[in-house]
């Protein structure tokens, strides 16, 4: 079984340093030091500095939510990989719905970023997933295989197996509704095929991939229970300290248990 990985995506929040430090050290106490669920936070970049004090001595990954493809020059207002590096990340967000769609980044940026993120040693989670529209009209899979074709082009099968991916359906993303497990595995299972395809069954295998969307404590234990959903990218939840701990123990149970 794959190690699950939960990490929190705390978007735009909290407002202050100080929120985001207490919810840093609310998540640490309860985290512990036992890693074998992988856990990570990623917030606001101001913030990183803050969190990664707090986080200094835990098992849990600080990620951040973007970074730009070059290591350094004239891009204003963007920060590069080993700037995040230095201020103690370990993870990378990369491609999330609200940046692709919101702010038209393209498949094209975001394998420019991946490739930039695995070259210093960040690991990235990349996010894909279908709108609703999409989704109707039957296209779920290939919106998920040309995002991935896109994204996670030129990577050899080692740079594969150290990508998380983060399959993300738009519609289910705060607004409450969340994909089924069974419909979360399906497109979980497409993807993996669709690695096996293009990469080999043994790196396939390795691959995390995680769902987001809507995930809570309540319907954790259900949609990690699934053979191919290897975590969760948790954002609402993930701003209360009691609902982020909720879906790591949610992890820790579907671990002891194991998988069928
Ligand atoms: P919600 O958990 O708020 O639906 O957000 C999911 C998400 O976008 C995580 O990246």
Redesign the pocket.
Known sequence: MRPLFI???W?MNPSTSEAAVALAEAVKAGVGTSAEVRVAV?PPSVFLHHVDAVLSGSPIGLGAQNMHWKPDGAYTGELSGAMLQDIGCTHV?LG???RRHGLHETDAQINAKLHAAIGIGLIPIV?IGETLEERQADQTNDVVAGQMTGSLAGLSPEQMAGVVL?Y?PVW?????L?ATPSQAQAVHEFIRDWLTSKFGEATAQRVVVQY?????PDNAAELLGAPDIDG???????LKAADFLGIVQAARDVTAKGKP
């Open positions: 990490a929190g995506n978007k990623c967000i999330h719905s609200e996010c983060a993300e289910a993303i705060g607004t409450g969340t987001g969307g809507s995930v809570k969760a990218l948790v954002g609402g939840a993930s």
